[in-house]
């Protein structure tokens, strides 16, 4: 977890983390009409994985590294992956609840019928 900190600087709650996750795609693997989706694809599942940690009691971050073309090759080579390294996720018990950060602005969404 040291080497990814070095890699990526958002990621130093790695210090007291139990553990970290690196989500990869393979963007090859969806050539044609859906390869251009590999960044959703991963979004979800970590989205997925976040809500599951958040469940069981576990506090999570989600630490992008993709599309940061040097953090992306950086990992991807500390790992010696084939594959394309989209964020890291730090997971461990909480040492804190934040309030949530208020970037929701109910005049920016609209509503149709």
Same mark, same amino acid.
């Given at each position: #977890?040291?080497?990814? #900190?070095?890699? *990526? %600087?958002?990621? +130093?709650?790695?210090?007291? !983390? *139990?553990?970290?996750?690196?989500?990869?795609?393979? $963007?090859?693997? +969806?050539?044609?009409?859906?390869?251009a989706f590999?960044? +959703?694809?991963?979004? !979800?599942?970590?989205?997925?994985?976040?809500? +599951?940690?958040?469940?069981?009691?576990?506090?999570?971050?989600?630490?992008?590294?993709? %599309?940061?073309?040097?953090?992306? &090759?950086? #990992?991807?080579?500390?790992? *010696? &992956?084939? *594959?394309? $390294?989209? !964020?890291?996720?730090?997971?461990?018990?909480?040492?804190?609840?934040?309030? &949530?950060?208020?970037?929701?602005?109910?005049?920016?969404?609209?509503?149709?019928?």
């Amino acid at each position: #977890m040291d080497r990814i #900190m070095e890699v *990526s %600087p958002y990621t +130093q709650m790695l210090k007291t !983390a *139990s553990m970290a996750i690196v989500v990869c795609g393979l $963007p090859e693997v +969806q050539e044609g009409r859906c390869g251009a989706f590999w960044p +959703q694809d991963c979004g !979800a599942a970590i989205e997925n994985l976040l809500l +599951q940690a958040e469940d069981l009691g576990y506090g999570t971050c989600w630490c992008g590294i993709y %599309p940061n073309e040097e953090r992306t &090759a950086r #990992m991807k080579e500390l790992f *010696s &992956a084939e *594959s394309t $390294p989209m !964020a890291v996720i730090a997971l461990g018990v909480p040492e804190e609840e934040p309030s &949530a950060r208020g970037y929701f602005d109910p005049e920016k969404v609209r509503y149709f019928d």
